[in-house]
């Protein structure tokens, strides 16, 4: 199916701000991300991060709010406070090790008041595919297959997401895997503000927003657009052995990327990612990593946990 990029009400909120949760120790990339987060393992010697930076830049967004936890500073050193022409701002999360995306995309509640782009650290996709995430209210989804599992979706004759189907396995026609990007609006961020909030009140930190979102839209209070993208030009990295697959899939080849640059104080620095060079030469790829106990599982329900006073 093709993107469907059709904004009518909202046709002048258009999405500039991107929010990337960049939180967790991607503990099932071990030992990769023993030395640096996860965005910054490389995909053919280009890191998750890089990519992600390139992408928003040919769109032309202007600013990239960044939830960090797990090794921040490497996200820090890498980017600095200008990044791809988008000023770039950091959310430390204190509970990384111990709460989700829920905690997560609710540390961002007074950092954005705009349309923004939410995406996981975890991505790797061909950018020309954002180009129909630009119109607030839209969810990416690509056809369920087999190997998938997780989060999907359905969508009813108007084109519109009618429920999500949190941890299903489901692989008819019908079910579309979510992707792991939405765009909000405005309107529709301050509506899932609120529930967040009463969530993360009743210390429901370890669960994820999409949970939320399958209330939401279940109520009738939220409504997404589907994007379709195509399987072979995107993919979710949890494991070794998906960063492999990762690594071989055509439609994920990326030009290479335009060194990175901040502008402090008038003069452009370049970074390099020392985690990179890390992953390169402390710990290199091994058979051994290669283990097949290294498979995509379901994420659990939400339960309690004690927020720190």
């Known amino acids: 199916m093709k993107d469907r990029i059709i904004c009518p009400s909202l046709k002048n909120e258009q999405v500039r701000t991107a929010l990337l949760l960049a939180a967790g ?66 959310i430390v999360s204190p509970l990384y090790k111990t709460t989700n995306n829920i905690y997560s995309l609710w540390l961002a509640r007074k950092i954005i ?13 061909d950018p020309k595919l954002l180009k129909g995430m630009l119109c607030p209210d839209r969810i990416a989804v690509g056809k369920s297959h087999a190997w998938m599992n997780g989060t999907t979706v359905t969508i009813n004759n108007t084109q519109k997401v009618d429920a999500f189907h949190c941890g299903a396995h489901n692989h008819d026609d019908n079910h579309y895997k979510t992707v792991n990007i939405y765009s909000l609006s405005s309107a529709t ?41 195509d399987c072979n030009r995107w993919y979710e990295i949890d494991t070794i052995s998906d960063l492999r697959i990762a690594e071989k899939m055509p439609g994920l080849r990326h030009r290479p990327f335009v060194t990175v640059t901040d502008h402090v104080a008038g003069k452009p620095k370049v970074h390099k990612s020392p985690a990179f060079n890390q992953l390169k030469t402390d710990v290199p790829f091994k058979k051994a990593a290669f283990r097949q106990s290294d498979r995509k599982v379901s994420k659990p329900r939400m339960s309690a946990v004690t927020l720190p006073q």
């Open 25 to 90: 120790t991607g503990s099932r990339l071990a030992p990769l991300t023993d030395l640096a987060p996860k965005c910054l393992v490389p995909v053919n010697e280009i890191s998750i991060l890089e990519r992600l930076v390139d992408s928003l830049k040919e769109h032309n967004f202007n600013r990239l709010v960044i939830v960090v936890g797990h090794q921040a500073d490497c996200i820090r050193n890498f980017l600095g406070t200008r990044s791809g022409g988008m000023e770039i701002t950091y």
């Open 189 to 229: 961020w301050q509506l899932v503000r609120e529930r967040l909030e009463s969530h993360i009140s009743n210390n429901l930190v370890n669960g994820y927003y999409e949970t939320v979102f399958a209330d939401m839209v279940d109520e009738g209070s939220l409504s997404f657009s589907p994007v379709f993208f």
């Open 113 to 125: 008041d705009e349309p923004f782009l939410l995406i996981e650290s975890d991505l790797v996709f």
